[in-house]
């Protein structure tokens, strides 16, 4: 298992530009989750979803979107960014027992400039 | 509100134990996680406590008091490799799976 991957590992972004960043899992997680991590700070939730078609914001979700058509997949789109955005963006993913630790991937350190 | 605390860093001698300090407040509670987070790297997990008590997991233990919001990691005979942030979480939904994270305590070992 290739565990939780994350593409693009680095990119720098100018103010307004949008992209993409992509999450695959390939452990059949239900739940999937998205970070950002300011630099000497814990992590913050961006979005999450509990299954494929269905997702919810989490404490920072301004200025992102999500979608989850599949079970594998959960990117993160990033519409017009800003240099509030500069951050390095974490995805996990996690079974759907009550206990279940979260599995992190190797993160995406963005940018905007 | 909800709220993680945790020292900012914290300094040891390698073969030494450190003890790194949690405390919560959370509108729910549904266990506590502590990951270890290498720079540049992503967090890997630790431990978790649902019960009050000490869980033992080689040279690491955490220990839960739900009564008094707090926890603790315990590192014993400090390597070199056990320097990196030690970040506390707190889930406070079955249902979700959501985590609050503390800001991350980062341990520097010396020699």
């Known amino acids: 298992n290739a565990g939780v991957t994350q593409t693009p590992k680095f990119r720098i972004l100018k103010i307004g530009q949008s992209m993409t960043l992509q999450c695959t899992q390939d452990?059949?997680?239900?739940?999937m989750y998205w970070y950002r991590q300011d630099p000497g700070m814990g992590l913050k939730l961006i979005y999450y979803?509990?299954?494929?078609?269905?997702?919810d914001k989490g404490e920072v979700p301004n200025g992102y979107n999500v979608s989850r058509s599949t079970t594998e997949d959960f990117p993160l789109r990033l519409e017009l960014a800003a240099p509030s955005q500069t951050s390095v963006y974490f995805c996990?993913?996690?079974?759907?027992?009550?206990?279940?630790?979260?599995?992190f991937g190797p993160g995406t350190r963005l940018t905007v400039l | 509100g909800q709220n993680i605390d945790q020292p900012t860093e914290m300094t040891a001698t390698e073969g030494a134990i450190v003890q790194i300090n949690c405390t919560y407040q959370t509108s729910g509670f549904n266990g506590l996680f502590w990951y270890q987070q290498h720079a540049a790297e992503a967090p890997t997990f630790l431990s978790y406590n649902v019960l009050d008590g000490l869980e033992e997991k080689g040279r690491f233990s955490s220990f839960l008091s739900r009564s008094k919001g707090y926890s603790y990691l315990l590192l014993k005979e400090l390597q070199m490799k056990d320097s990196a942030s030690y970040l506390c979480a707190v889930s406070g939904s079955s249902n979700t799976g959501k985590l609050i994270f503390g800001q991350g305590t980062t341990l520097q070992v010396k020699p």
């Open positions: 452990m059949n997680h239900n739940y």
């Open positions: 979803s509990v299954g494929a078609g269905i997702t």
């Open positions: 996990a993913s996690r079974p759907g027992q009550a206990l279940d630790t979260q599995y």
